[in-house]
């Protein structure tokens, strides 16, 4: 796929894994939609790199609705559309997990992948073109120990995905599962090992070099 002049959303997108996707979609030409529930982070990202903000919640379909609208409306259309927003809760055994925690972290990760998919899905269809990228994780391909919540919402929106990949045939869709990056998404409880992390750009230019091949991979494993 030629990205330039190529109109992208990315949720989530203030910061983080996000903002450096949206680096990279700029420096191809793209128009670059950013999204974010932080309207004064989102205001300043959006002007230091050159993309257009919108301030929106993913847990609200009607927020990604209006994302979808306002998008339509100053660009004229929607090609790429990447659900990007997510939490992240510190390790932990399961029995010790907080489950007001737990419950936001599925809000997020798992009912705003949704939401945001099915905005985009309800347009796409109309033209029967367009793509989809769900960030994904590592973390929906195996097990991993004291990450039991946070691997559960990525096993579910794995599950998502390939569901809506077999329902909509002329909609490219595609996921990603990056192994663990140096974001924001930690806060200030770092997990151990966090130095050796993947850089975000690095990621960020394997999910733009997948898009731009002819038949990119449906499912991009990206790690170390």
Same mark, same amino acid.
């Given at each position: ?20 996707? +949206?680096? %990279?979609? !700029?420096?191809?030409? =793209?128009?670059? %939609?950013?999204?974010?529930t932080?309207?004064?982070?989102l ?5 230091e &790199?050159g ?9 609200? @379909? ?7 609208? @306002?998008?339509?409306?100053?660009f004229? =259309? ?6 990007? +927003? ?15 925690e ?18 985009? !899905? ?5 033209? =029967?073109?367009?793509t &989809? !990228?769900?960030?994904?994780?590592? #973390? ?6 004291? =990450?039991s919540?946070?691997s ?9 995905t ?5 329902e ?23 997990? #151990? ?20 091949l @002819?038949?990119?991979? @449906?499912?991009l494993?990206i790690?170390?």
């Amino acid at each position: 796929m030629n990205l330039k002049d190529k109109v992208v959303v990315i949720t989530g997108s203030s910061k983080g894994f996000g903002k450096a996707l +949206a680096e %990279v979609f !700029l420096s191809e030409g =793209s128009k670059v %939609v950013i999204s974010s529930t932080d309207e004064k982070e989102l205001e300043d990202t959006a002007k230091e &790199i050159g993309a257009y903000g919108i301030c929106a919640d993913v847990t609200k @379909e009607e927020d990604m609705t209006r994302l979808a609208n @306002e998008t339509i409306k100053q660009f004229g =259309s929607i090609d790429i559309w990447i659900n990007n +927003a997510g939490l992240w809760n510190p390790h932990a055994f399961a029995e010790d997990l907080d489950m007001a925690e737990v419950r936001k972290m599925f809000d997020v990760n798992v009912i705003g992948l949704m939401n945001g998919s099915r905005v985009a !899905l309800r347009y796409m269809k109309e033209k =029967s073109a367009g793509t &989809i !990228l769900n960030v994904i994780s590592d #973390s929906a391909l195996a097990g991993k120990p004291m =990450s039991s919540a946070y691997s559960a919402t990525k096993w579910a929106v794995n599950g998502f995905t390939k569901a809506i990949r077999e329902e909509n045939k002329n909609i490219s869709i595609l996921s990603i599962f990056p192994g663990a990056m140096k974001t924001d998404i930690f806060g200030d409880t770092k997990p #151990s090992g966090y130095d050796d992390f993947m850089e975000p750009k690095y990621v960020a230019e394997k999910v733009i070099g997948n898009l731009k091949l @002819e038949n990119p991979e @449906e499912e991009l494993v990206i790690q170390n």
